[in-house]
């Protein structure tokens, strides 16, 4: 595409992710104790999780050619840390992750039972909640396509806007051109009534 002044435009290539980074801490239990009982912790390893990020993660792990870029945010904490690491040991562009003053790196406690299988999580939002990529310049990721993950689970981005519930950043999709899926999480239903109100909406308004 050729601009008004005869100079070819950057062509929009690979991919963003935005939302959820989360680091998942699983711990393998010999059994699920009753109230006020004790349950010995045989196994501790740490991974990088949320919707978002997972995305990232495994389009670089299926080894793709083209970019990969996060935009997110953590805590100035040891969570936040690994983090980073990971994404430069994938090669993933963590350039858009917003470290948040006072707030821990979202995380979530996965025990796992190892002989019955049993899994039980607890999540603490952090950072996640405290999200709304306006202080992440995504329209200059470069990317073609932009993944947000997940609506519904980001109390910030989650915000209505004009009476609609869509994310903070769908207008700012639209207006930077940006092809974008979503990953829906909660009550089927409702999120896709709720999701084809937005479509039918920028559609009429384009």
Do not use: W
């Not at 690979?14 to 393998?28: H, L, N, Y």
């Not at 010999?30 to 990088?48: F, N, W």
């Not at 904490?77 to 858009?96: M, Q, T, V």
């Not at 992440?136 to 470069?142: R, V």
Request: proline share 4%; aromatic share 4%.
């Amino acid at each position: 595409m050729s601009g008004a002044s005869g100079g070819s435009a950057a062509v929009a290539r690979g991919i963003t992710s935005v939302g959820c980074a989360v680091v998942d801490m699983a711990k393998i239990i010999d059994r699920y104790p009753e109230p006020d009982h004790l349950a010995m912790i045989t196994e501790v390893s740490l991974s990088s999780g949320g919707p978002a990020l997972n995305m990232a993660v495994n389009l670089r792990q299926l080894g793709v050619d083209y970019p990969v870029s996060f935009h997110g945010a953590l805590g100035d904490d040891e969570h936040g840390r690994f983090l980073l690491a990971e994404c430069d040991r994938l090669g993933i562009d963590r350039s858009g992750f917003l470290v948040l003053p006072g707030v821990a790196t979202s995380f979530t406690d996965v025990f796992l039972e190892r002989s019955g299988g049993r899994r039980t999580m607890f999540y603490h939002a952090g950072a996640n909640d405290a999200f709304d990529a306006a202080g992440s310049a995504i329209e200059q990721s470069g990317a073609r396509i932009l993944h947000a993950g997940s609506p519904g689970a980001l109390k910030m981005m989650d915000t209505p806007i004009d009476g609609d519930r869509a994310t903070r950043r769908h207008d700012d999709r639209r207006e930077h051109r940006h092809e974008s899926d979503s990953k829906l999480i909660g009550d089927p239903r409702q999120l896709a009534h709720d999701h084809g109100l937005r479509m039918r909406r920028q559609r009429r308004a384009r």
